[in-house]
């Protein structure tokens, strides 16, 4: 852990901890970098201000007006996007899981074609929904680069690395434009919040501008100062700085601010703005107190580190507490809630069912509110919608179903298969009635099994999207020939004679089909062209 206490002008603590490479003994040292994460985001909002007070750039206006004829296909609403949406997370799209951290260096692309070639789906109307989105960040990066003609780790190395002098600062996809961070970024390994080494966790994060700067701990800090001084170089009037840190989102209908111009307002003992960040294998935060002029920065080569990055903050800016800004305690509110930033369009869609939760966990900073029709609880970087019983009850038990479905394709062919050796050693060719049927629904329904779980394997390690796109259209195959046997199946029972007992399991038969046929094209697991 790299960790600085701050005001604009001087450091008030600074201190590293541990090791870089433990298995080495490699200690972390002012020399070591580690990566920002979603930090990052601060760079093109930072930017994004700057063309502001050029005059180049509206907030409020429509971002097509800046963006290639038809560069956005995916808008499900009339409601125009703005930068200010951007920046708020409230333009509505769903969350973006393939190729974004990628291993093959060839897979990095220009910013436009990374963008181009995995647009979300617009699932909720713009300022609607507070849905963290770095498909979003990464898209105002781009306008960044086609309202200043360039690109953009080049106009931040112009604009805001040099001017600040932060020399140990990268930003492109494979650090390329820093030797001294592209070669000091080596020596690090990562690990999980256990202390158990990830390997190999550098990774390519192709739209960059959402999370891939890396640095040593004096350059943070440096950025961090900047954001603390009125007379900042970053911007050439006074104005633009004050205007930055005014909000531009809050919690619900109350009157606490939730971001300023995409910087995070974060409850504590004070208000702290600022922004967290996790990367494969790094963890780092960056909180301001405006009003005292302290500043903290932390780095972690742990992923998905909590303790130092959220809660150590608490001995610098204090401990929320609930008396601090309600007052009576708040009731918790019934009903399922989903977190906004998840998928509903496509063949991740069933990671909506892994975002829905029923409790809340004790001592959190949350705003019960409502949006138009929608219910929602607000927290600090996205909210959480309020899930009908209509939709819920009716998802889970399609996947409940389908658990029973393949519980019974299972026994089924372990069944058929005793059957089939008992047959074979007593030399029997008693043929059941439709048993070839009932074997080949069985043999395609457990197909499935091992080719979904292989697919959620590649994506959840960040294999590329092309390498298990067939997967997809394979089960687009293996649907229709599931509908074609179940139709069959209907068609053979009115005509087939045979037992009770069998006329009963060729039943359930066509039924176990039915149910994945509905999964299937519920949860779009057949939507290859969503990846």
Known sequence: MAVSVFDKEKSLYTNYFGYADKEAGIAVDHDMVIEWG??????????????????QLELNRDIRDYLPEGFLSNLSYDTPVTMENLMNHNAGFQDVYADMFVKEHAAIGTLE?????????????????????????ALAG????????????????????????????????????????????????????????LPDCFYYLTIYPAGMCTSTLEDFETFGKALLDEASPLFEKRETYEFLFTPTLYYGDSDIPANCHGLWVEVYGVES?????????CSSKLL???????????????????????KMMEL????FSEEQYFDAPRE????????????????????????????????????????????????????CVRVPSRQYIPELTLVFLWLAVLLF???SLLVKLVRSIVRRCKKQDNRIPMGRWSACAAIVQAVLVPLLVWMALCAASYKLSSSYLWGFILVGILTLVMAGLAIYGIAALRKTDCSKKRRFYNLITVLSLAVTVVNILYWNLFMFWYI
């Open 288 to 310: 301001l107190d405006l009003r005292s002029g302290i500043g903290a920065v932390v780095m972690t080569n742990q992923y998905g580190e909590t303790v130092y990055n959220s």
């Open 316 to 319: 610098i800016f204090g401990k």
């Open 332 to 383: 918790e509110p019934e009903g399922v809630y989903c977190i906004a930033r998840t998928v509903r369009e496509g063949p991740f869609k069933l990671i909506s069912l892994y975002h829905m939760f029923s409790e809340l966990e004790p001592g959190q900073f949350w705003v019960a509110a409502n949006s138009g029709s929608t219910e929602k609880l607000c927290f600090p970087y996205t909210d």
């Open 38 to 55: 979603s930090v990052t985001k601060l760079l093109v909002w930072v930017s994004v201000m700057q063309l502001w007070e050029q005059g």
């Open 142 to 197: 781009f306008i960044v680069e086609r309202v200043s003609g360039e690109s953009f780790d080049a106009y931040v190395h112009r604009h805001i690395f040099e001017p600040l002098l932060m020399e140990h600062s990268a930003l492109s996809p494979d650090l390329s434009d820093n030797a001294y961070v592209k070669e000091k970024r080596k020596e690090l390994q990562c690990y999980s919040i256990d202390g158990v080494l």
């Open 273 to 281: 703005v600022g922004h967290g960040g996790n990367s494969r294998g």
């Open 409 to 411: 394709t299972v026994v």
């Open 113 to 137: 074609t990374s963008l181009k070639a995995h647009e979300p789906a617009q699932i909720y109307e713009p300022g609607e929904v507070t849905a963290y989105s770095n498909w979003g960040v």
